[in-house]
């Protein structure tokens, strides 16, 4: 089914109307105003700042991020205080994406990002605000943050 200039596969439109769609949602979607967030590999270099590590060429940020960890760096405090400057809000992609959804209770949206503007959309776009799940890996190292899912 196409939508404005979007060819849209049935089998999403099925699972958006059976209330069964999942969206992955990566650092793209804080990036755009007014939330303004970094990409993922940005804030990975704004929290080595100051040390003398830096992303090297086929690393992942996730393994460059666990090393500067392994080296003793605040990498969780760093997160927050990157990602809390400025005071950044829900981009409409986020309430758009919600939306999606007819209900709080069909919301499923995966996340791996810290910030936590899906939460705060929710509360804009639900009188009830979805159920928040924590991988448990994450939990036990970022209790505040990590892989979100609703």
């Known amino acids: 089914m196409k939508i404005a200039e979007i060819d849209f596969p049935s089998p999403l439109l ?23 967030l970094p990409s993922f590999k940005e804030l990975a270099e704004k ?5 003398d590590k830096r992303l090297q060429d086929g690393e992942s940020e ?15 405090e760093l997160a927050v205080r990157v990602l809390s400057r400025n005071s950044p809000k829900p981009t409409a992609l986020h309430k758009n994406l919600l939306r999606l959804h007819q209900k709080s209770e ?26 928040v799940s924590q991988a448990p890996g994450f939990r036990e190292s970022f209790p505040e943050s990590g892989d ?3």
């Open 47 to 51: 929290i080595a700042q100051g040390t």
């Open 62 to 76: 996730d393994h460059f991020l666990g090393r500067l960890h392994n080296d003793g760096v605040k990498v969780h």
């Open 106 to 131: 069909q919301v499923r949206v995966v996340t791996t990002n810290f910030d936590l503007l899906f939460e705060e959309a929710a509360q804009d776009v639900f009188t009830a605000v979805p159920k």
């Open 14 to 36: 099925s699972d958006l109307r059976d209330g069964e769609l999942v969206i992955f949602a990566g650092a793209g979607v804080s990036m755009g105003e007014p939330a303004c």
């Open 148 to 150: 979100r899912a609703f």
